[in-house]
């Protein structure tokens, strides 16, 4: 079975540009999480999506929009680009929402902004 | 003082070493302690799991916690250079959601052959 995917791998953007982020959950799984893990930092909870539904939004600015689709899968967006945005978005899938035990994540998406 | 503290390390050791690994926390609310292992350019990995206090064995790994100490240990015997990585603590006051979840910093870990 397919892991969790991320895509883009990297990406190059300029400040006040806007980036999208996407996220393919392992089969079956219909909840997706969101993290920023900036460069020897632990990963930071930016978004929770269960089912369609937002669950849990992080100390992240409004720059930062989620949503998650029919087939599960998510688009993480974010606006004005800033130097400190520069970081490894994770993306992370899981059955239920309460199952940390069973959260599986992906490779993240390099994301550079000069 | 952050939530969760962890050594960043680097920590290098020869192969087959006992490895320790430790984070500290000070919120008195988490019960569930986890260590996920990331490997240069991947995502975490969950290695092991834990409720509560006490030890959990798994292979060559074993977590303890101690939650009168509020701290938290990853041991790691016979250490193989497969083994080199960053290993992340990560606590929760609760079985879930994901905002729950506070993360160490992470201790970047080589086993030298």
């Known amino acids: 079975d397919a892991g969790v995917t991320q895509s883009p791998t990297h990406l190059i953007k300029t400040r006040g540009q806007h980036v999208t982020l996407r996220c393919s959950p392992i089969s079956g799984h219909k909840s997706v999480s969101w993290y920023q893990q900036v460069l020897g930092q632990g990963p930071q909870f930016i978004f929770q999506?269960?089912?369609?539904?937002?669950?849990g939004r992080g100390n992240f600015p409004d720059r930062f929009s989620a949503r998650q689709f029919p087939n599960y899968s998510s688009e993480l967006n974010v606006n004005a680009l800033l130097l400190g945005d520069s970081a490894l978005y994770l993306c992370?899938?899981?059955?239920?929402?309460?199952?940390?035990?069973?959260?599986?994540f992906g490779p993240g998406t390099r994301l550079t902004v000069l | 003082q952050k939530e969760v503290e962890q050594d960043p390390g680097p920590l290098s050791v020869p192969e087959g070493a006992i490895v320790s690994l430790n984070c500290t926390y000070s919120?008195?609310?988490?019960?569930?302690f986890m260590w996920y292992r990331q490997y240069s350019r991947k995502g975490p990995e969950l290695l092991m799991y834990?409720?509560?206090?006490g030890n959990k064995e798994d292979g060559r790994f074993t977590a303890q916690v101690d939650k009168s100490s509020k701290y938290i240990s990853l041991f790691i015997r016979d250490s193989q250079p497969s083994d080199s990585a960053t290993y992340l603590c990560?606590?929760?006051?609760?079985?879930?959601?994901?905002?729950?979840?506070?993360f160490g910093k992470g201790t970047k870990l080589t086993v030298n052959p």
């Open positions: 999506y269960y089912e369609k539904e937002e669950r």
């Open positions: 990560a606590m929760s006051p609760t079985q879930g959601g994901s905002e729950k979840l506070v």
């Open positions: 834990t409720y509560s206090s």
């Open positions: 919120n008195s609310a988490f019960q569930y």
């Open positions: 992370a899938s899981s059955l239920a929402v309460y199952s940390y035990n069973e959260q599986f």
